[in-house]
């Protein structure tokens, strides 16, 4: 069975940083893409940011220069580290496995992130 568990949201301060853990299990780790997706309310969900198999990285122009995305082979992990948050980054952050030649897509539960003071 595929689980992916995301952890680490919360209520911050702007200006804050925040650190989004998506623990996998259930899959070949090292075959799939991890990506970060956000929804805000009303709105279908977006991609944040995404690392491929082989590291690397994509960011959507919003969140360039404050997020980083990285993972670890090693305890089947994707991370995404979040700084210089600001109010319109509150949203349910989604973590995503997919291998397009599978055509495979796996989602997490969703963490919800509010920057506010």
């Known amino acids: 069975q595929v689980q992916l568990v995301e952890s680490g949201g919360g209520l911050v301060q702007p200006g804050g940083s925040l650190r989004l853990s998506c623990a996998t299990s259930g899959i070949i780790f090292r075959a799939y893409a991890m990506a970060w997706y956000r929804q805000f309310p009303g709105r279908e969900r977006e991609q944040v940011a995404a690392v491929g198999s082989d590291g690397t990285t994509a960011y959507t122009d919003s969140v360039k220069g404050r997020f980083t995305i990285s993972r670890d082979s090693a305890k089947n992990t994707a991370t995404l580290q979040m700084n210089n948050l600001n109010p319109d980054d509150t949203a349910i952050y989604y973590c995503?496995?997919?291998?397009?030649?599978?055509?495979?897509?796996?989602w997490g539960q969703g963490t919800q992130v509010t920057v506010s003071s």
């Open positions: 995503k496995a997919f291998n397009i030649w599978l055509k495979q897509n796996y």
